[in-house]
């Protein structure tokens, strides 16, 4: 009887663990998160397969009650609530595929990680498996996908140790020769410290303290100065017309993030500045649900906040060539980045307003994304965060 409880109970603990370290915010430590589909298939019940998907991804995503709280200066209890919510897609899917039928198992995994990487259940399709092939195969890009999507099913077979073994020399030769993505030539991102204030204090002399830093860096030799999500603030005609003459003198060009807003909510949007005016680059694809994104509140006749843009602006054209933008939430889930790299960009721009993640590893986890992303594709990356 003993037993019989000893073995669930190993399944989840190691589940947990696997979540935490995984998603710790180091890119080497990625292909941890591949252990969830073998512990997955080692379940012998439904309820087990269930517990062990949850543990998994409440601990991937532990930041968030943290985070949530300090986003909308409340106690635990609401990024609790919210934890828990996220975790029910993630949790259910998983569990109505599993099966004890051990030929089918590998399909049903297969199906089930599709299902996460993909909208509806994507959109809270965080802590996903698959993105640990920008470690296991960088610079092989669709045929890495692939590698990895047949791997992870293989993971769910008896067969796992072998698949594993392989994994895991990749993953030591990975590690032996991994150099990070390289900046595009004469780009720039820069990180700021500003804290909450960012995207909210939008005065005179903030503006003019943004204009210095851009300076700055292009004075480097930047041509091109990304800044994090919500830099500028509200995106109006005044804020064009002072960075444009900020900038009327030179060659570089700014992107920036900022907030555009309408009678039926807003978009989290990057523009783009230079000499000859200003425009917007890009509409946020997927804003954080919940707390951003909130559709249901279209029924009462309220304002649904951030718009989700879904699948409208894959690649976007910058100066001679084509970038895939990538704002905050969407470093966390997968279809977004892999839209844009069906129409193969030149390089990613990663951006992201993460003070309110202050004590948590949602930034890291984030960063951590956005590289192994661009690892795999082999292309360049531009990353710009405030915290």
Not at 63 to 79: E, H, K, M, N, R
Not at 194 to 219: H, K, P, Y
Not at 255 to 275: C, E, K, Q, S
Request: aromatic fraction near 12%.
């Amino acid at each position: 009887m003993r037993r019989d409880y000893l073995r669930p109970m190993l399944l989840i603990f190691a589940s947990i663990a696997i979540g935490v370290v995984g998603w710790s915010g180091h890119v080497l430590l990625l292909p941890v998160a591949m252990g969830f589909p073998v512990l997955w298939s080692m379940a012998r019940t439904r309820l087990v397969a269930a517990l062990v998907s949850a543990g998994y991804f409440l601990a991937a995503s532990r930041g968030l009650p943290q985070g949530v709280a300090a986003f909308y200066s409340s106690d635990i209890w609401p990024g609790l609530l919210l934890w828990l919510c996220a975790s029910l897609s993630f949790v259910a899917v998983h569990t109505v595929l599993w099966t004890k039928n051990a030929g089918t198992r590998p399909f049903r995994y297969l199906l089930a990680a599709i299902i996460m990487a993909i909208p509806p259940f994507g959109i809270t399709g965080w802590a996903h498996p698959v993105t640990a092939a920008g470690v296991l195969f960088p610079g092989l890009g669709w045929w890495g996908l692939g590698f990895m999507t047949a791997g992870v099913a293989g993971l769910a077979t008896p067969i796992w140790p072998a698949v594993a073994i392989a994994f895991a020399g990749l993953w030591l030769w990975s590690a032996a020769i991994w150099t990070d993505p390289k900046l595009p030539e004469g780009w720039r991102g820069v990180d700021l410290e500003l804290g909450a204030s960012l995207g909210r204090e939008a005065g005179l002399q903030r503006q003019l303290d943004m204009i210095a830093t851009v300076r700055n860096a292009a004075s480097e030799g930047a041509r091109y100065v990304v800044l994090p999500e919500s830099a500028l603030g509200y995106w109006t005609p005044s804020v064009e017309r002072l960075w444009t003459r900020a900038f009327s003198d030179g060659d570089a060009t700014v992107i920036a993030g900022a907030t555009v807003l309408d009678a039926t909510g807003y978009d989290n949007v990057l523009v783009a500045i230079d000499r000859k005016g200003g425009r917007i680059l890009y509409r946020e694809r997927m804003p954080v649900p919940g707390s951003m994104w909130q559709p249901w509140r279209f029924l009462f006749g309220e304002s649904v906040g951030a718009k989700a843009d879904f699948f409208a602006y894959p690649v976007v054209p910058i100066g001679a060539g084509r970038a895939a933008p990538l704002i905050c939430y969407e470093q966390l889930i997968v279809w977004p980045v892999l839209q844009s790299m069906l129409h193969d960009p030149g390089f990613i721009i990663a951006v992201g307003n993460g003070w309110w993640t202050d004590g948590t590893s949602i930034v890291a986890i984030e960063r951590t994304t956005a590289t192994a992303w661009a690892k795999l594709f082999a292309k360049p990356l531009v990353i710009a965060f405030n915290t």
